[in-house]
Nanobody
Framework: QVQLMESGGGLVQAGGSLRLSCEVS????????MGWYRQVSGKQRELVAR???????EYADFVKGRFAISRANFRNVLYLQMNGLKPEDTAVYYC???????WGQGTQVTVSQ
């Protein structure tokens, strides 16, 4: 059974950094396109960053130059390095496997002024 488990969220001051991790189990992870999404209560979930099966990287305009998506295939882990955090980045962040159409449980990121 494929499972996704996020970690690394927390409370940080504006301008700070966090690194989110998404551990993937039950699949040959390196063959899959995956992404990071975020959701604020009452709003739609939105794409933050995406990595394709052939390692192309895609970013939402609001995180370009601040966030970086990567993965360590041999460890089956997807990362999201978040720098220069802003209060408007506050949300629950989810990782997503496109191949399996599967979401993790989410991790809360809160950025204070």
């Amino acid at each position: 059974q494929v499972q996704l488990m996020e970690s690394g969220g927390g409370l940080v001051q504006a301008g700070g950094s966090l690194r989110l991790s998404c551990e993937v189990s039950g699949t040959r992870f390196s063959m899959n396109a995956m992404g990071w999404y975020r959701q604020v209560s009452g709003k739609q979930r939105e794409l933050v960053a995406r990595i394709t099966a052939d390692e192309r990287l895609e970013y939402a305009d609001f995180v370009k130059g601040r966030f970086a998506i990567s993965r360590a295939n041999f460890r089956n882990v997807l990362y999201l390095q978040m720098n220069g955090l802003k209060p408007e980045d506050t949300a629950v962040y989810y990782c997503y496997s496109e191949f399996f159409d599967l979401w993790g449980q989410g991790t809360q990121v809160t950025v204070s002024q």
